[in-house]
């Protein structure tokens, strides 16, 4: 195993959070470990498992439904950020996503720029169906190899959470390079490798890049990142960066420096998971419990503390929008059971507020935001 970044072979491992289970992206339990190595050249975090069979393929489902009121406030902030990446002075004419999913973010980019040309590429085929559904836009099967050989030219190409999911970090920066008019722009989002938290939970997140490592991978391909920000108040956990293709005269803006002690961090923060399914069990007993949340955070619980899990007996959220989950069923938060405690399943930067609130209804609430705190 070398390290995508750097091509280094001096890995080492960090703690797994569960001997036997992981997280897909897609939020399904693997019957395989993490595999999370540190490359102690370059500081980057590569996943270093077996890739799960068809990842993308048929069951990668997330997008089958159009999202909902909290995705598409997500996907216009995405939009707004990439706005305020491109240059205010020409409206792109010619847009393309890499990894489109349902096509929700070319659809607010097209509010955006509505004379745009816009197209994407996705690997599930689940998803580039939907796109035309949900939002009327174009998204073809497959990746940036999949366009015409002759359909080049875009004025700005975006890619938000894809680059961290691909084995080959360097082919995918070359082949949007490809794309690109000379004056064009990329624009990536991904996951902020300098803070630990979730993301270094999800299997398929096989690099975590650092801003250095997106500057590397950038500069590699002939491109010259002009920007790398955190986006800390508008996505938290997420940066961005943005960059042209180098003409040979421009020269680049300084690399940031990689930060060891973040990458350290990462270790700490696996163990404190590792811990997890013990410490929640010490708070509630043998009590069952009501689980408060269904999203990603519930499906973390689910693999990686899957006793607490077992203890579940029903979820509860505030306004139910299906009846079952894992079997089990969702009720409106009113409606469920007071003699049971409720064990909070959200983002632990959630949980104060959540604790405050459903403790004043009266409810005994366990929360976990002082032993991981991201
Ligand atoms: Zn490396």
């Known amino acids: 195993m070398r390290c995508s970044i750097c091509s280094s072979t001096d890995l080492s491992a960090l703690t797994h959070p569960h001997p036997t289970r992981s997280m897909s992206s897609n939020r399904d339990v693997l019957d395989i470990p993490l595999d999370k190595r540190i490359c102690r050249s370059c500081g980057a975090i590569l996943e270093c498992g077996p890739s799960p069979d068809r990842l993308f393929g048929d069951s990668y489902d997330i997008y089958a439904r159009p999202g909902g009121a909290q995705d598409h406030a997500r996907t216009r902030r995405i939009a707004e950020i990439v706005q305020r990446y491109h240059p205010a002075a020409a409206a792109p004419r010619r847009i393309l996503d890499i990894g489109a999913a ?62 961290e999911h691909t084995p080959d970090p360097h082919r995918f920066v070359s082949d949007a390079r490809r794309l690109l008019s000379p004056d064009g722009r990329l624009i990536l989002i991904c996951p902020d490798g300098a803070l630990p938290n979730v993301q270094i939970l999800i299997q398929d997140h096989l690099t975590t890049f650092q801003a250095c490592h997106l500057n590397r991978v950038l500069g590699d391909a002939q491109m010259i990142c002009v920007r790398t920000d955190r986006l800390t108040d508008t996505l938290p956990g997420f940066q961005v960066a943005c960059a042209i293709p180098s003409d040979g005269r421009m020269t680049a803006p300084g690399v940031p420096e990689l930060d060891w002690s973040a990458v350290d961090a990462h270790d700490t923060y696996l163990k404190s998971w590792r811990a997890l399914d013990q410490i929640l069990g010490d708070r509630l007993g043998t009590r069952a419990v009501i689980g408060y949340g269904i999203g990603e955070m519930a499906a973390m619980i689910q693999t990686y503390a899957p006793r607490i899990f077992q203890r579940i007996d029903m979820f509860a959220v505030d306004t139910p929008a299906i009846e079952r989950f894992e079997d089990r069923p969702v009720l409106g938060i009113t409606d469920a059971p007071k003699t049971l405690p409720i064990l909070l399943l959200t983002a632990p930067r959630s949980q104060k507020v959540l604790f405050e609130r459903l403790s004043a209804m009266g409810r005994s609430v366990v929360r976990f935001d002082d032993h991981i705190t991201a």
Request: hydrophobic share 45%.
């Open 102 to 163: 349902d096509g929700a973010l070319l659809s607010a980019l097209g509010e955006i720029w509505p004379n745009s040309d816009r197209i994407g590429v996705e690997p599930s085929p689940v998803a580039a169906a939907a796109a035309h559904v949900h939002y009327g836009e174009r998204v073809v099967t497959g990746d940036s190899r999949t366009l015409a050989p002759d359909d080049l030219g875009f004025d700005l190409i975006v890619s938000v959470n894809v680059i």
